[in-house]
């Protein structure tokens, strides 16, 4: 049965990641948007709050907490900072759980801590002529002596160019599809990696997005993660984790801006009134409630079903498409609420707006979630039919 009331501990965890928020990361928020700078600082005060690695097996210097506890830290950065919040992300799901999961017990002691430290991992799946249909990737990993050459062009790399770690999806050998994909882990100061472009984005800027090259890449067998075979199903399943994840900033992102909003219908008056007092206000404000509500709802019956494991595949893409989209409308209307005020960029909700507009897009796009649930949908009816 699901239990959604908050514990003492988890409301000392949410105060905590909240003063930080409040202290550490709003004062660097406009500069990171302005500037694409990432915010190294900011990183090593979460790293020192043990933000970082929430998730992970107490083993490895984690927190050993269920995944709830890291997306209620991750709701109260994002209500101030997607970017910050989307590197808590980051260093508690895919990659973290992927070697977690599928790792030697080798790879678990030596790539694990770094990231507990504040090392950024990042996660390379997608290329210039890969995105929805990863299965198409062609970076390819040739057996070489006692390991693999890797050659290949990745795009859209969250982290490119700051992060110590790559997990790459990579073909082996010439099988089509997913069947021919596994996953290695590559350090950032391989030989052979180049880092050639960081893409500017429309929003959750301070956080790269770049090109990663392999050109001939040495990589020693003991770095590969899950060869090819059952591996591309493994590696998705941590992938679920990450889409939840990026589901909860973008609540976050959409709570704060909620936050400011229900603030100013407040305090701003028109037609000697607040404006808060006008029914169109107040039911602009409900609407929101209501789809900000549903998220959480969605979102935190995904990550407590997860327990300290992965989020069922479609709970998470049902999270997550409802999130986006809900981000999306939220903000929007936040800022209407605003007047011109919203639409300048004195207050933070243009930003918000923006930041919000990532979530339909990456860790899979709102139109290939929908596929992926409409599948689950009809495969649960015929063997309903079957049973009936
Ligand atoms: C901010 C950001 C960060 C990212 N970070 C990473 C990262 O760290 N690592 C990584 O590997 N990738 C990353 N990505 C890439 C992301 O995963 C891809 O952008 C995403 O998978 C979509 O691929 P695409 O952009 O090539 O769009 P395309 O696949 O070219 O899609 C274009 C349009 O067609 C639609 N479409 C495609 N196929 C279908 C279909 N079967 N049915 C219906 N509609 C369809 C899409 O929904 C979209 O609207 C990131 C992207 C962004 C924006």
Redesign the pocket.
Known sequence: MLDFTLTDDQKELIARARTFARDVVAPEVRHMDETNEYPRSVVDGMAKEDFMGLTLPTAYGGGGRPLIDALLVVEELAKVCGTVARICVDANTAVQKAIVENGTEAQKKRYLPPIVAGDKP?????EPE?????TDLTTRAEPAEGGFTLNGE??????AGETDLYLV?ARFGDVPGSAGIGALLVPADTPGLSVPKVRQ?MG?RG?P?GDVVFDNCYVPAENILLPAGAGFKKLMGAYNLQRLGAATVALGIAQGAFDLAASYALEREQFGQPIGEFQGIQWMLSDMYQQLECSRLLIHRAAVNAGTGLPDKTEAAVAKVQAAEMAISVTNTALQIHGAAGYSRELPLERMVRDAR?FT????????Q??LIGKEILKNAQRQRHID
């Open positions: 990042a996660i390379a799946i997608t890969a995105g929805s249909a990863a990745k795009r859209w790399i969250t982290g999806f984005m959750v956080m997005e990532m897009i990456g860790g899979g796009t709102a139109q290939v929908r596929n």
